[in-house]
């Protein structure tokens, strides 16, 4: 199953990713129509800070077996079986918030849905299984200009970075990382010149 | 393999499943007592209330090949030599498997008349469907005796669809039994703005009437009489271990299982509103009878019918509820008794009311409660996460008693550029023609 992957130690904060999904789950496509639609799209993932105070975009991982199917009183919540995403079925939500409840990551949000007008219904990532028909990415992953998001599959994500990982470690370019891994060399720089700044003072 | 499982609602259901999804030759049989095929049960207040269609109600039916629904089949008795279920009219069904999924029913009000046609429990589709009748054959007043749970969802159903209701709570708090009686007051006060009547330190003793139906509800204390057209029992609900008993295992706190949800007798399993598991936040067995642990707990126990070893990490007491505008969600520990905990508690009138408790600074319980999704339900599955796996407050990224996360000392520029200190902000030119003149 494909997925979308988080890096968060490339990840910048810049929040393009809500909104291209807030974009891609609306009904214009673009985002001057989104901005004008009434009720306004919501995003499906949320940056907000992580552990270390860090940026982290949180999003729905799809989880099998997942809390919040199971808290899910109507069955409003399925599982696409080719995809492996978890969806919401907005006609037999009820707002009750038992997901949100359950979710353990807490990215499930109640939201007026152009689906079902007048009715606050549960809103989560669908890891665009509408895009991915087409032989697209999800819109996060698209949007992402650090490549903190990756689409795919997880088990084929994890082999290629730790064989990154080992094959740099044995030639000596790279250490082998404590339990956090270090942030890519541009937020380091962007640092020392945020150092360098500081130390001039304020007017400096 | 032949397995039966008792009951056809969360549990049941769940594991009917989970059991073909291990075992591809299961013949599975599901017993109901109730003439509808399987259904959700928490849906009726949304239903009463007219929220949502009668179709919602049921729910998808677990692998039609391998799964066969008995609706009106009454499990009378179990024999665990002969490894049968002995059914209400004198059949047997014999099984290889046993799951007592059986759930739970209302607490009665042991006071004499409580048989009267409408006097009704609010657990079942036929309940709902009884106060329908009565709504549509000209009921006007209701009494709702008991502010549980159910009592709380059937009084605002009720009032909902325009019925003149008042809620009997014998303490002094609506859902006492779930939070804290200053969460409880604040249900109480969005019950009233929906038009319920809200009584604290109401204890029925006496149902009055004749014919067959009660008239009024004689309550002592306060000593008055209030006069209606029907009366909801509320006061909670209770496991329903008939079955069990008979084994000789099961009291009125439910039925006993181990780790794996196993009852003591040989291939015998119990999950849902019945079983008693092992308590997360209270660290001692107890009967959680919620929703979600149901489902976990069925779906744990059928595979491991099939034959697998997997152990129940505990579960936890958790409910989500909303009344008009508010809503209130709550877990573990919210009324600690004496001992080592501690309790930390913010209101605030933009952000809700909210209530963490600690038990030597590990997290064991949580109340949140908002008004117009102000807090909403939506992180709080985060804090849950966090008492499920026993955290310390210390540990935790983020303040457990914040509505919003905590921006300070996150600022994208800035937290990426000075690598998380926070130096003085910047001093903006103050005094307008100065300001100007210098940003022209």
Known sequence: MKTVMVHPQRCVGCMQCQSACAVAHSHTQTLYGAVFEEPRPAPRIHVGPGPGNLAFPNKCRHCDPAPCMQACMPAALWRDIPTGAVLVDPSRCINCGMCAMACPFGVIRYRADARTPGRTVAVKCDNCVERQKEGRVPACVETCLVGALEFGDPNEILRDESRRLAREVSLGIRQAPAAIPQRPEAVELWRAMGDAAEALGPGG | ?440
Not at chain 2, 98 to 121: F, I, K, Q, Y
Not at chain 2, 227 to 238: A, P, T, Y
Not at chain 2, 297 to 318: D, F, I, K, V, W
């Open chain 2, 1 to 440: 393999m032949r397995y039966v499982i008792v009951g056809a609602c969360a549990a049941g259901l769940a594991a009917a499943e989970a059991v073909c999804s291990v075992d591809p030759s299961a013949e599975v049989t599901l017993l109901t007592e109730e003439p509808y095929p399987p259904y959700s049960r928490p849906l009726i207040s949304y239903a009463l209330a007219r929220e949502i269609p009668v179709t919602l109600y049921d729910l998808p039916p677990p692998s039609p090949g391998q799964v066969r629904v008995r609706t009106s089949t009454r499990a009378a008795g179990v024999d665990p030599e002969r490894k049968e279920v002995v059914l209400e009219g004198g059949h047997s069904l014999s099984y290889d498997r046993l799951l007592l999924a059986t759930g739970a029913s209302s607490r009665p009000l042991d006071l004499a008349g409580e048989g009267s046609t409408n006097v009704l429990g609010f657990r079942t589709r036929s309940d709902a469907e009884v106060l329908d009748r009565e709504i549509r054959g000209g009921a006007r007043t209701a009494l709702v005796l008991g502010g549980g749970l159910v009592g709380v969802k059937a009084a605002h159903a009720l009032a909902t669809r325009g019925l003149d209701v008042t809620l009997c709570i014998g303490s002094d708090a609506p859902l006492s039994q779930v939070v804290n009686p200053e969460a409880g007051r604040k249900v109480a006060e969005a019950l009233e703005d929906e038009g319920v009547s809200v009584r604290t330190g109401y204890r029925p003793s006496a149902l009055e009437g004749e014919g067959g139906r009660v008239t009024a509800v004689r309550f002592d204390p306060p000593g008055e009489t209030l006069r209606c057209d029907l009366v909801v029992r509320g006061k909670g609900v209770r496991p329903r271990t008939e079955l069990a008993e008979v084994l000789g295992f099961g009291d009125r706190d439910g039925i006993p299982v181990d780790a794996r949800l196993r009852t003591p007798a040989p291939d015998i399993w119990a999950a849902g509103d019945v079983a008693r598991t092992f308590d997360v936040a209270w660290q001692a067995p107890r009967v959680n009878a919620i929703w979600p642990a149901a489902v976990e707990q069925g779906a744990l126990a059928g595979r491991n019918m099939a034959g697998s070893h997997e152990t129940y990490p505990g579960s936890l007491a958790m409910n989500s509820v909303k009344v008009g505008h508010l809503h209130l969600v709550s877990a573990g520990i919210t009324r600690p008794p004496d001992g080592p905990y501690e309790v930390r508690d913010v209101w605030d009138p933009t952000a809700g009311y909210r209530r963490v408790v600690l038990r030597d600074d590990v997290l064991v319980g949580a109340v949140v409660v908002g008004t117009d999704g102000r807090p909403g339900p939506d992180r709080t599955g985060l804090l849950i996460a966090a008492i499920r796996r026993g955290a310390r407050i210390g540990d935790l990224p983020f303040d457990p008693l914040a509505d919003r996360i905590s921006w300070s000392g996150f600022a994208f520029g800035r937290e990426a550029v000075t690598g998380g200190r926070r130096g003085p902000a910047a001093t903006l030119p103050t005094g307008d023609p100065v300001g100007k003149e210098v940003f022209r």
